[in-house]
């Protein structure tokens, strides 16, 4: 089982960038492929990134794409997500899951989710 806390979300401007980390803790962080997802108010939660436990597969919904980084520190038990050029439709709860097998861009594929952490962004 692994545990997870995001940080690092808050309040910016259209334009200006944020990253996100999540701290992994209980087995072996690695082995599992990691996401990120988000939901915004009265929406569904979305996919985001993600990333394969040696981070040799990454992928990202197109709404992100050369906007957002997705990548993990294994030393570290660490995600993160580099968030450059911020929208408004930004705004949401960002989560990250892990998942013991080989996950993608759905939810159910995804074992343990963290809290959440609220990224807001002012036009």
């Known amino acids: 089982q692994v545990q997870l806390v995001e940080s690092g979300g808050g309040l910016v401007q259209a334009g200006d960038s944020l990253r996100l980390s999540c701290a992994a803790s209980g087995r072996t962080f690695s082995n599992y492929d990691m996401g990120w997802f988000r939901q915004a108010p009265g929406k569904e939660r979305e996919f985001v990134a993600s990333?394969?436990?040696?981070?040799?597969?990454?992928s990202y919904t197109d709404s992100v794409k050369g906007r957002f980084t997705i990548s993990r520190d294994n030393a570290e038990n660490t995600l993160y997500l580099q968030m450059n050029s911020l929208k408004p439709e930004d705004t949401a709860v960002y989560y990250c899951a892990a998942s013991n097998y080989r996950a993608g861009q759905r939810d159910y594929e995804y074992e343990y989710w963290g809290q959440g952490t609220q990224v807001t962004v002012s036009s």
């Open positions: 990333i394969s436990g040696s981070a040799g597969r990454r």
